[in-house]
């Protein structure tokens, strides 16, 4: 490097000139808080993606394999051939309905239950890992089998017939009828009065039958059977009493198993968010009630169905760490939450869970490709949340571009600080080239300057943005959770980012230090001299 590095040192450190060692400071500091601030905004973003993705994928699966139909009895054979793609290592069959849980007096709606295979689910989702009481074995209870289909649900009260048949021929609205001259269906009011005219009749008959019925004797009074009452049957103090106050049915009519504990023990497990669980002051052993809101006509079994409600037993409560997950999502086992609906062994979809989560979309184009009979599609993780991710993602990018800003600002100030040099060094630059020193030695000697300062300032702002961000994982900045579905503010120091912010901060550096060292390169010594 030679006499140029040293003569950069040296303008750096000029004791003649006090202002330019300020100036040369405030450039330092000014590339510092810059790679400061920059590095702190890009940890928290990208923990902000991390935390999502890691609570996303804590409690729902990689890919899935939906059908266009509510009828998926077949899972098993898809589960079967989706267990041998590459890349696959679990599979679970799932169901999933909006319902309304109540607990006591307290009730919460649009709460999701999924009913998952039991067995099968630890190999898809980390939901044991986030079970912080009770425990998940208690979620199938013993002898569960799937519902079977029934071929007329219970309760259904099936639809009249027609009462009032057409005539053959009439053709309604798709073929000609015959119409009188106010344009009036003819056959139509034909029928309608034949049918009157029958209802006339059976009127008539009815009130000749009555008439018979004044003029017949009356029949001699029948005996009383031995032992019949005799007299008033008024009860002492007459018909007055009072209705109770709980409007609940007696236990022999229709008894109550959330109050007997040994029939509570045998109902079927349920695991509850912890959010959810404190809206309900519902805790371990707790017997809640799950309520169907899918009440009205049935078109495919042409019936009106009431809501169904089944109790569960509290088994476990876990903590996603995402409060819409531990606020409105609830699991139970896969065959209680198909009873909910008499559709029989029927399930909403196939999860899967993959070795690696980055090659979850090429898995699921190759399953896709697998089931092509046009009656699947298969979605990954982050088709399934890809207006969160991608809203992150722009959020990164855009708060980085920015701040990035705030590095170009210091830019400034450190083409401002060799400006300020090259000005007052002009009768020093001017001896130099005289003595012989070239241009691209002049240019070298400004260009290690503002490539030191950058140096300096980088090395100074990476410093300072690690301290700032382990004080941030330490401290836990809270947050609102229902604002933010996340409780505290989420960090990730990644050495990739702080290296992306150095070379930029270096590369944004020497680019800002060209015009000035061009500036003193291009001097003559004439002009160097005659300045003075």
Same mark, same amino acid.
């Given at each position: 490097?030679?006499y140029?590095?040293?003569?950069?040192?040296?303008y750096?450190?000029?004791?003649?000139?006090?202002?330019i060692?300020?100036?040369?400071?405030?450039?330092?500091?000014?590339?510092?808080?810059?790679?400061?601030?920059l590095?702190?905004?890009?940890?928290?973003?990208?923990?902000?993606?991390?935390?999502?993705?890691?609570k996303?994928?804590?409690?729902?699966?990689?890919?899935?394999?939906?059908?266009?139909?509510?009828?998926?009895?077949?899972?098993?054979?898809v589960m079967a051939r989706?267990?041998?793609?590459?890349?696959?290592?679990?599979?679970?069959?799932?169901?999933?309905?909006p319902?309304?849980?109540s607990?006591?007096?307290?009730?919460?709606t649009?709460?999701?239950?999924?009913?998952?295979?039991?067995?099968?689910?630890?190999?898809v989702l980390?939901?044991?890992?986030?079970v912080?009481?009770g425990?998940?074995?208690?979620?199938?209870? @013993?002898?569960? *089998?799937?519902? /079977?289909? #029934?071929?007329? !649900? %219970?309760?259904?009260? =099936?639809?009249?017939? $027609?009462?009032?048949?057409?005539?053959?021929?009439?053709g309604g609205?798709?073929?000609?009828?015959?119409?009188?001259?106010?344009?009036?269906?003819?056959?139509?009011?034909?029928?309608?009065?034949?049918?009157?005219?029958?209802?006339?009749?059976?009127?008539?008959a009815?009130?000749? @039958?009555?008439? *018979?019925?004044? /003029?017949a #004797?009356?029949? !001699? %009074?029948?005996?009383? =059977?031995?032992?019949s $009452?005799?007299?008033s049957?008024?009860?002492?103090?007459?018909?007055?009493?009072?209705?109770?106050?709980?409007?609940?049915?007696?236990?022999?009519?229709?008894?109550?198993?959330?109050?007997?504990?040994?029939?509570?023990?045998k109902?079927?497990?349920?695991?509850?968010?912890?959010?959810?669980?404190?809206?309900?002051?519902?805790?371990?052993?707790?017997?809640?009630?799950?309520?169907?809101?899918?009440?009205?006509?049935?078109?495919?079994?042409?019936?009106?169905?009431?809501?169904?409600?089944?109790?569960?037993?509290?088994?476990?409560?876990?903590?996603?760490?995402?409060d819409?997950?531990?606020?409105?999502?609830?699991?139970?086992?896969?065959?209680?939450?198909?009873?909910?609906?008499d559709?029989?062994?029927?399930?909403?979809?196939?999860?899967?869970?993959?070795?690696?989560?980055?090659?979850?979309?090429?898995i699921?184009?190759?399953?896709?490709?697998?089931?092509?009979?046009?009656?699947?599609?298969?979605?990954?993780?982050?088709?399934l949340?890809?207006?969160?991710?991608?809203?992150?993602l722009?959020?990164?990018?855009?708060?980085?571009?920015?701040?990035?800003?705030?590095?170009?600002?210091?830019?400034?100030?450190?083409?401002?600080?060799?400006?300020?040099?090259v000005?007052?060094?002009?009768?020093?630059?001017?001896?130099?080239?005289?003595?012989?020193?070239?241009?691209?030695?002049i240019?070298?000697?400004?260009?290690?300057?503002?490539?030191i300062?950058?140096?300096?300032g980088?090395?100074?702002?990476?410093?300072?943005?690690?301290?700032?961000?382990?004080?941030?994982?330490?401290?836990?900045?809270?947050?609102?959770?229902?604002?933010?579905f996340?409780?505290?503010?989420p960090?990730?120091?990644?050495?990739v980012?702080?290296?992306?912010?150095?070379?930029?901060?270096?590369?944004?550096?020497?680019?800002?230090?060209?015009?000035?060292?061009?500036?003193?390169?291009?001097?003559?010594?004439?002009?160097?001299?005659?300045?003075?």
């Amino acid at each position: 490097m030679g006499y140029p590095l040293e003569l950069a040192l040296r303008y750096l450190s000029s004791k003649k000139r006090a202002f330019i060692s300020v100036g040369t400071a405030f450039a330092v500091l000014g590339v510092a808080l810059g790679v400061a601030a920059l590095a702190t905004v890009m940890s928290v973003t990208g923990g902000f993606q991390s935390q999502f993705r890691e609570k996303v994928l804590g409690v729902n699966a990689h890919v899935l394999v939906l059908k266009y139909s509510t009828d998926f009895r077949e899972y098993r054979d898809v589960m079967a051939r989706v267990r041998d793609v590459p890349g696959v290592i679990g599979t679970d069959p799932f169901v999933i309905n909006p319902m309304m849980i109540s607990h006591g007096t307290r009730t919460a709606t649009g709460v999701l239950l999924k009913g998952v295979d039991p067995d099968l689910m630890p190999t898809v989702l980390d939901l044991p890992r986030h079970v912080r009481e009770g425990s998940l074995a208690g979620l199938r209870r @013993a002898g569960g *089998a799937p519902p /079977v289909r #029934p071929s007329a !649900p %219970p309760g259904v009260r =099936p639809l009249p017939e $027609p009462t009032l048949d057409l005539p053959a021929g009439d053709g309604g609205v798709l073929g000609e009828v015959e119409r009188d001259d106010a344009g009036r269906n003819v056959p139509l009011l034909r029928a309608i009065a034949a049918a009157m005219a029958d209802a006339d009749r059976r009127d008539d008959a009815g009130v000749a @039958a009555a008439r *018979a019925d004044d /003029v017949a #004797p009356t029949p !001699p %009074p029948r005996a009383l =059977p031995a032992g019949s $009452p005799v007299g008033s049957v008024v009860p002492d103090g007459g018909y007055a009493s009072a209705l109770p106050d709980d409007d609940a049915l007696p236990d022999d009519v229709a008894p109550d198993p959330c109050r007997d504990a040994a029939t509570t023990a045998k109902l079927p497990g349920l695991a509850v968010g912890t959010t959810l669980a404190k809206n309900l002051d519902a805790k371990v052993g707790d017997c809640v009630e799950i309520t169907s809101p899918t009440i009205g006509f049935a078109f495919s079994q042409g019936s009106v169905r009431p809501p169904v409600a089944k109790q569960f037993r509290v088994v476990a409560v876990f903590e996603a760490g995402f409060d819409q997950y531990d606020s409105k999502l609830v699991y139970s086992d896969l065959h209680e939450a198909q009873s909910f609906y008499d559709q029989g062994d029927t399930v909403t979809g196939v999860e899967m869970k993959v070795a690696d989560i980055d090659d979850a979309r090429a898995i699921s184009h190759r399953i896709e490709k697998l089931l092509a009979n046009g009656l699947y599609h298969t979605m990954d993780w982050e088709e399934l949340n890809h207006g969160l991710f991608t809203a992150l993602l722009i959020q990164k990018v855009g708060m980085s571009i920015v701040l990035g800003l705030i590095i170009l600002v210091a830019a400034f100030t450190v083409v401002a600080t060799l400006i300020m040099v090259v000005l007052d060094k002009k009768k020093e630059i001017a001896v130099l080239k005289a003595m012989g020193a070239t241009d691209a030695a002049i240019l070298r000697a400004f260009l290690y300057q503002g490539g030191i300062i950058g140096v300096l300032g980088t090395g100074a702002g990476l410093a300072l943005g690690l301290l700032v961000c382990k004080g941030l994982i330490v401290y836990a900045f809270p947050l609102d959770p229902r604002v933010y579905f996340i409780s505290h503010l989420p960090v990730e120091v990644r050495a990739v980012d702080f290296a992306i912010t150095g070379v930029v901060s270096v590369a944004i550096c020497l680019l800002a230090t060209v015009l000035p060292a061009l500036y003193a390169a291009r001097l003559r010594p004439a002009e160097g001299l005659r300045a003075q």
